[in-house]
Each structure stands twice: as structure tokens, then as C-alpha cells.
Nanobody, 124 residues
Framework: QVQLVESGGGLVQAGGSLRLSCTAS????????MGWFRQAPGKEREFVAT????????YYADSVKGRFTISRDNAKNTVYLQMNSLKPEDTAVYYC?????????????????WGQGTQVTVSS
């Protein structure tokens, strides 16, 4: 059974930075495409960033492009989300997810495995 565990969330002031980590166990992490998603109170879960199995391809939501960077370390079974220039509207629970086709993909329905989420709160 694949398990994904996120960490690194917290409270930060607007303009600050956070780095989220997601560590996988129980499956062939290096073959999975990975994604980060977020869900704010009262809103639907939305795509943030995705990365292919090799790390060679990435794709971002327009709202975070130029501020967030997704990366992975297959030797550590970990995917990261570096978040810079944070805004109050970035406040949400952030989830990592894995898709078995290995691609970078923005659609939620492609992802078979999900973490429990980590809270990010950006104060103004």
C-alpha cells in the first residue's frame, strides 16, 4: 500500500517562503508522476504543480507560476514544493498525490494515491 506523508506546512507572513516535502513508501516512487494540490476552506481542491517520474518535465497552475517550484529526489522517495513570495490567497491545505502513469498531469482524477495534507497559512 502506497503511503504519502506531507510535511513543512505552517504559518508565514506574506512575502515569505516555505518548502513542503512529501515522502512516499510502499511503492515504486521513481515510476510515479507526482503532483501538488491545495484546498482552501469552502473551495474545491485545485491543481498547483506536477512533475514527471524523471523530474525532467514540470507544469504549474498560472496562479503559482514563477513563485513555486516542484522538484523530486527519487533516491529519497521525496517530492518537494518550494513556495516563495507567498500570498494570503495561497492559504490552504496542501496535498501531494501520485499517479501510476509517470506523467506530469494537472487533473485530479489521474492520481491514485493521496497524502493526508499539510496546512499552509499566509498572514497579511
Amino acid at each position: 500500500q502506497v503511503q504519502l506523508v506531507e510535511s513543512g506546512g505552517g504559518l508565514v507572513q506574506a512575502g515569505g517562503s516555505l518548502r513542503l516535502s512529501c515522502t512516499a513508501s510502499g511503492g515504486p516512487f521513481s515510476t510515479y508522476g507526482m503532483g501538488w494540490f491545495r484546498q482552501a476552506p469552502g473551495k474545491e481542491r485545485e491543481f498547483v504543480a506536477t512533475i514527471s517520474w524523471s523530474g525532467s518535465s514540470t507544469y504549474y497552475a498560472d496562479s503559482v507560476k514563477g513563485r513555486f517550484t516542484i522538484s523530486r529526489d527519487n533516491a529519497k522517495n521525496t517530492v518537494y514544493l518550494q513556495m516563495n513570495s507567498l500570498k494570503p490567497e495561497d492559504t490552504a491545505v496542501y496535498y501531494c498525490a501520485a499517479n501510476k502513469n509517470g506523467r506530469y498531469y494537472p487533473g485530479l482524477n489521474e492520481y491514485a494515491y493521496w497524502g493526508q495534507g499539510t496546512q499552509v497559512t499566509v498572514s497579511s
